[in-house]
């Protein structure tokens, strides 16, 4: 079963900080993974989307990496900003099919 | 472009009565999503339209719902009849294409069945 797991379930950083969520994945074969970004109250946002050739892809602050042998994918958000509290979902896609699995999502915090 | 457009924004509805959530994608998008997000199970995909023709509904928890997409401007998304456990809230994405495209995602509806 294609699963996607996210740690941690939550954070709380300091503005300023950095921060790093993880993200594992079993889906097979693989497609891309994007990572999105959820204020409180509205719909995802993508912050990245990398295919299995990209192992480092930024937006900003926001850099995402994928490693597609070890199927894990990290997002670190630098020197955080109070608007960087949100949830962070992990969303893998299937090349078989159009299929994605979401992760539960990681909810930081960022605190003045 | 102003982006996904749902409607209504907020819905609070009697068990037993019917519920239609509508979503209008972007224009030039072939492709059209409706999630269903709730704090025990997070997003899930409910059904996928590719040029207006519902590909996949195995996400439809049941028979009470169901999806049509009349014209690649307009899709709805209907509850009947509607249970308190179908409380949640719903988006509507569109994309280019598949999942290998971008989807944008709209506002949401957050729907409470009481």
């Known amino acids: 079963k294609n699963q996607v797991e996210q740690s941690p379930q939550s954070l709380i950083i300091l503005e300023g900080k950095n921060c790093t969520l993880q993200c594992n994945y079993t889906v097979s074969p693989f497609s891309n993974l994007r990572w999105y970004k959820q204020d409180t109250g509205r719909g995802p946002v993508s912050l990245t989307i990398?295919?299995?050739?990209?192992n480092t892809k930024s937006n900003g602050r926001y850099t995402a990496t994928l490693d597609a042998d070890t199927k894990q994918s990290s997002l670190h958000i630098t020197a955080s900003q109070l608007s960087d509290s949100a949830s962070y979902i992990c969303?893998?896609?299937?090349?078989?099919?159009?299929?994605?699995?979401f992760g539960a999502g990681t909810t930081v915090t960022v605190r003045a | 472009d102003a982006g996904v457009i749902q409607s209504p924004r907020h819905e609070v509805t009697e068990m037993g009565q019917e519920v239609t959530l509508r979503c209008k994608p972007i224009?030039?998008?072939?492709?059209l999503f409706w999630y269903r997000q709730t704090m025990m199970r997070g997003l899930e995909l409910l059904i996928y339209f590719n040029n207006n023709v519902p590909i996949d509904d195995s996400g439809m928890p049941e028979d009470r719902f169901s999806a049509k997409m009349p014209n690649a401007s307009f899709s709805t998304l209907k509850i009947q009849p509607s249970e308190p456990r179908d409380s949640a809230v719903y988006f509507c994405a569109s994309s280019l294409g598949r999942t290998e495209y971008e989807q944008y995602f709209g506002p949401g509806t957050r729907l409470t069945v009481t």
């Open positions: 224009s030039g998008h072939n492709s």
């Open positions: 990398m295919t299995f050739s990209e």
């Open positions: 969303v893998v896609s299937c090349s078989n099919d159009y299929k994605l699995s």
